[in-house]
């Protein structure tokens, strides 16, 4: 009832996937496992940037295509419903739906020629040998486990006994709406919808993806914010009676080790989500490519994943740390009040939002130097606010 490989990826999604077809081409065993058949659905607004569509192209040849994609070229900054800022020629924003997008990448990692264990139920996590028991029996055993399992991961939780901190850890709500409802391709983003967090509208082929999200623990009536920002979009709907997906979204909160001894974590499992701007399918791809190529090196030296997996995220890390300097300064009270204006004021402030979401810019490129010039921005607002 045993079955042995070198390595073992619980989830399938962009950072199971990505670790998965990334060791297979190193020449390694792998099951891939998940609790889900593909195609299934996610919560996700699911923009790719420009930094998605290179790392899809990187670890899984994939390019763009009309079926998937529909690319978005307008964008509009809001704040409650206040337009602070418009790109008529934004960064190319390519819309898909995550049901879709995720059982593409299925699909190639499967075709890499690791095996697939999915729809399963698991009823043991064994981090030390490391090793999966399924609800049927069967036990997979591997020399490397990594956890791509989402926020709620199951690896996680029997590595440290919660899979996130409750302080940290995001919530998101949305709903797929009638694409006739808008006549352009217009992506929105409004930094006002939610307290340490936002709302969104994504055009895509056949539907709009709006929703809410951000710290559960700053928003404990997540549901009044979707509310108020479905009235502004679409009154004519209930949001009572629409059909809503949640989820906790890891928004910024990281592991900074992420995962033990054979276990790694990657994509969402180990909290790779842009704290600002909410992407996390970039680093999903990267993290689960980080992982896939650090196993295939621990296990051709002899040497422990750990090591390896950290020299290489030592960036998306850094990436994240800078992101939680800024998104402080954002949305800390009472900058929130007069972050409106400042923007409306300064339109590079928009167009560095987007190099940021392009993967034109990093973080680590604006350093003090912008933080030093949001606060002076910001505090020249202030100073200018009626008496």
């Known amino acids: 009832m045993t079955q042995s490989y070198d390595l073992l990826v619980l989830g ?10 990334t060791a297979a081409q190193a020449g390694l065993s792998v099951a891939l496992i998940d609790k889900s058949a593909f ?7 699911g923009g790719l940037t420009g930094r998605s569509v290179r790392y899809m192209a990187e670890v899984f040849g994939m390019t763009p295509d009309t079926a998937l994609f529909l690319p978005s070229t307008q964008f509009r900054l809001t704040f409650a419903g206040r337009v602070i800022g418009h790109e008529a020629e934004a960064p190319v924003l390519q819309m898909t739906m995550r049901r879709d997008f995720d059982a593409a990448l299925h699909v190639r990692a499967q075709s890499s020629g690791v095996t697939v264990f999915a729809p399963v139920k698991l009823s043991q996590i064994d981090t030390d040998a490391p090793s999966v028991t399924l609800s049927d029996g069967r036990c997979l055993r591997g020399r490397i486990l990594i956890g791509a399992d989402g926020a709620n991961s199951a690896v996680a939780r029997a590595l440290y006994g919660r899979a996130f901190d409750p302080a940290e850890i995001g919530f998101g709500l949305e709903v797929e709406l009638d694409r006739e409802l808008t006549e352009d391709n217009t992506t929105e983003i409004d930094l006002g919808a939610a307290h340490w967090g936002y709302g969104w509208v994504f055009p895509k ?12 623990a ?19 709907f209930d949001a009572e009676k629409l059909r809503c997906k949640g989820a906790f979204l890891p928004f910024g909160a990281y592991r900074k080790t992420p995962g033990r001894g054979p276990v790694l974590l990657a994509g969402d499992a180990a909290g790779l989500v842009d704290p600002i701007t909410g992407e996390g399918i970039a680093w999903a791809m990267k993290s689960g490519q980080f992982a896939g190529q650090a196993a295939a090196e621990a296990l051709q030296s002899g040497t422990p994943p750990m090591a390896a997996y950290m020299a290489r995220l030592g960036y998306i890390h850094r990436e994240m740390a800078a992101a939680r300097r800024i998104r402080a300064l954002i949305y800390a009270t009472p900058v929130r009040n007069y972050f409106p204006g400042a923007v409306e004021r300064n339109p590079s402030m928009t167009r560095s939002y987007l ?24 505090g020249g607002t202030m100073l200018r606010r009626p008496a």
Do not use: E
């Open 205 to 216: 082929n056949g539907s709009i993806t709006l929703g809410v999200g951000g710290v559960h």
């Open 355 to 378: 190099r940021l979401l392009a993967g034109d810019l990093d973080y680590a490129d604006l350093g003090h130097r912008v933080l030093w010039r949001i606060a002076r921005r910001l």
């Open 39 to 45: 195609p299934r659905d996610k919560l996700c607004g």
């Open 12 to 21: 399938s999604g962009p950072a199971g996937s990505a670790a998965a077809i």
């Open 218 to 236: 700053k928003n404990p009536d997540m549901k009044a914010h979707f509310r108020n920002y479905l009235a502004q979009h679409a009154p004519q």
